[in-house]
């Protein structure tokens, strides 16, 4: 599995419990958090209800907040990268606020609440290095994402 989808990512999935830890502690219900993956053209119409999800993660995705953000019930989570803008682009929707940053701090994953910078001094803060390629035979591979931005859909919220 871990050749099919890279080291990174599969430590991502693999920390499972720390999405489920942290939607179980925003939610505001009873039942316990369930995650689905959905593999697919998120261009498309999805066989999924609208409005009816707590998170979503789209992490070099290519515009996909775009497409998805409908399915994100109010007061839900989207978790993404500016890879094409998306954060960037999403935080120009006054229903849209930045919760938090996760970020890599030495091994370890951080997550930064309460967040004052605006979006500009967040990207300087967080900006692309040489120390974040690493060199293969095919040139130059991306390792680290400067971060991911945790923003809350605030759209008709009761």
Known sequence: MEDAIGPIR???????????????????????????????????????????????????????????????????????????????????DSSITLDGLIYRKGKKYVIEKDINDDFKDIMKRHSNTKKDMKKTTKGLEYIDNQCYFVLKENRNED
């Open 10 to 92: 599969l430590e991502f999935f693999n920390g499972i419990h720390n999405i489920l830890d942290y939607i179980n502690s925003n939610k505001k219900y009873k039942q316990p958090a369930y995650v689905q993956f959905i593999h697919g053209d998120y261009t498309k119409q999805l066989p999924i209800r609208e409005e009816n999800y707590d998170l979503l993660i789209a992490l070099y995705a290519g515009e996909i907040t775009r497409s998805c953000r409908k399915y994100v019930k109010p007061g839900g989570i989207i978790l993404t990268n500016n890879h094409r803008k998306d954060a960037k682009e999403l935080l120009k």
